[in-house]
């Protein structure tokens, strides 16, 4: 019987009882555990982080027969069980109740669950109080999933964040004098905030967020979706046999690319699955829910695609951050919408980009969206106009439906300079697909933009509050064309003069190569 994709399930047992299919990450899982006990993961949401600490939660537990046929079914001992202290902020209803309720709640569910009854009130003495009791037999497992989820839920409001961080703070601090009872401590969460007590008490908690052993125990490579979906690859590719003959390139431009060593790259779970799913390429993992707090920072910091893309950041930027002083970069890492493209050891210097087609496509358009119409269906519907005028060489209607994208930016967001309407420019054909490069270097110059499609190359300079001429003198000037000489396309040079007052493209000369 054909194996089921485990959508929606985030529990292992429920994964192997339903007959789900499984990537085996436990050779990955014993490696971790046998090279040491406190640890610390970021991934971003949906990525299975749950999954991961819900597997190790049934190792512990001593359950086997959920791990027949796994790698690690004839290496564990078995016979050595633990208590597990498995915690998920992502359940407790902290919104609907209050997080220190809500901790107390959970509390007692627990200690109900292994028949103990608490002397004390108050959640931090409840939690040491479980740790101790449970332990009379064995050391605990603590297992402790979206740690910061009480935080990030509040990030556009900061009283409510603080709050919750000092509850956190009281709540981990029990932590920290309750070595000897721990044989296992692994917390995950989707960033690594400064200020609470798990990472400034516990010295020993190890950070394996971006270290290279452990870059793929989340996400899944090329070689494990050919591993065990073989199935459900050979039905994507039927479907799509007419347009890509090779169905794993168009998988990996889509869903691939997210790295958290420079070197290797993982597909989406989440994405992947319902791609298989639904035989369809589209957007499944943002279209989960954007945090809202995102788009705010954006619009208020009027970010620009030059900002985002292909931006440096270093070690200690990724490494943690205070939410009253985000670095916006560092934390678009932390939640998914970049990845490292590549580590330089030499200068210790990392290089962010977007991870795959579905990340720039998705979140360049909800960009754009906050900064014009702010209704998706008609930004929408522009952007095929865009895309189809440049697509069959109609320039002029390519012009006039752009300027319509300009005039209505929103005034507020406006930024009187070459770089922001440059920027808007390139967002929107690079998110259209269209194969773009911008800045490039010359020996005496930089060429604004070339854009290549199957019939033409288009090579672009930008001018604001100048004049078209000027911009098309320059690229005749500078001799950017005869780069792309011996191209068979022909190549159309286009010198574009922005007007900040009207808030469009206010001349623009379109000429020939010959």
């Known amino acids: 019987m054909k194996q089921k994709l485990a959508l929606g399930h985030q529990e292992f047992s429920e994964v192997i009882g339903n007959n789900c299919i499984y990537v085996d990450k436990t050779e990955t899982i014993y490696k971790l555990i046998n090279n040491g006990s406190y640890y610390f993961l970021s991934r971003p949401r949906r990525f299975g982080k749950s999954l991961l600490a819900n597997t190790m939660k049934e190792l512990f537990l001593g359950n086997k027969e959920l791990f027949k046929g796994l790698w690690i079914e004839d290496k564990w001992n078995w016979e050595q069980t633990y208590p597990v202290i498995k915690i998920s902020f992502s359940n407790?209803?902290?919104?609907?109740?209050?997080?220190e309720k809500a901790i107390n709640v959970m509390l007692d569910d627990i200690a109900e669950k292994y028949n103990i009854k608490f002397s004390q009130e108050g959640y931090p003495y409840k939690?040491?109080?479980?740790?101790?009791?449970?332990?009379?037999?064995?050391?605990?497992?603590i297992i402790i999933d979206e740690y910061d989820k009480p935080i990030i839920d509040y990030l556009d409001d900061l009283d409510k964040a603080n709050e919750n961080k000092v509850i956190l703070k009281n709540f981990y601090s029990v932590l920290k004098d309750s070595d000897k009872y721990i044989k296992f401590l692994f917390i995950t969460g989707v960033s690594k905030f400064s200020h609470v007590s798990i990472f400034s008490d516990l010295n020993n908690l190890i950070d394996i967020t971006i270290d290279e052993n452990y870059s793929q125990i989340v996400g899944w490579t090329k070689e494990e979706l050919e591993k065990?979906?073989?199935d459900y690859l050979a039905g994507v590719a039927e479907k799509y046999k007419d347009i890509f003959p090779d169905i794993m390139p168009e998988i990996k431009r889509w869903y691939n690319g997210y790295s958290w060593d420079g070197t290797t790259t993982v597909h989406n779970p989440v994405s992947i699955m319902n791609l298989f799913q639904k035989k369809e390429f589209s957007n499944y993992w943002f279209a989960t829910g954007t945090p809202t707090f995102l788009m705010k920072l954006i619009e208020k910091q009027k970010l620009i695609a030059f900002d985002i893309e292909n931006s440096f950041t270093s070690n200690d930027l990724l490494d943690k951050y205070d939410f009253t002083k985000i670095n916006f970069n560092s934390l678009l890492f932390q939640t998914g919408y970049l990845t490292i493209k590549s580590k330089s050891l030499r200068t210790r210097r990392i290089v962010l980009d977007y991870p795959n087609q579905e990340v720039a496509e998705s979140f360049t358009k909800n960009i754009l969206n906050i900064q014009t119409f702010d209704n998706i269906d008609r930004t929408q519907a522009l952007l095929f106009k865009i895309a189809d005028s440049f697509t069959d060489n109609e320039l002029l209607k390519f012009i006039n439906y752009i300027n319509v994208l300009y005039k209505n930016i929103s005034y507020h967001l406006l930024e009187r300079k070459e770089s922001y309407y440059h920027s808007l420019f390139y967002m929107i054909m690079k998110m259209l697909g269209f194969d773009i490069e911008v800045e490039i270097e010359e020996i005496d110059a930089r060429i604004d933009a070339v854009i290549k499609t199957d019939t033409h190359i288009y090579i672009i300079e930008f001018k604001i509050d100048q004049s078209a001429k000027k911009a098309?003198?320059?690229?005749?000037?500078?001799q950017y064309a005869l780069k792309y000489a011996d191209n068979k396309r022909p190549i159309i040079l286009i010198g574009i003069n922005f007007d900040t007052e009207k808030q469009i493209i206010e001349d623009y000369i379109i000429e020939e190569f010959i």
């Not at 407790?92 to 997080?99: A, D, K, R, V, Y």
């Not at 939690?127 to 497992?141: D, M, R, T």
């Open 472 to 478: 098309i003198q320059q690229i005749k000037n500078k």
């Open 127 to 141: 939690f040491q109080e479980l740790i101790i009791k449970l332990s009379a037999k064995a050391q605990v497992a």
């Open 228 to 230: 065990y979906f073989p």
């Open 92 to 99: 407790i209803s902290h919104n609907t109740f209050g997080l």
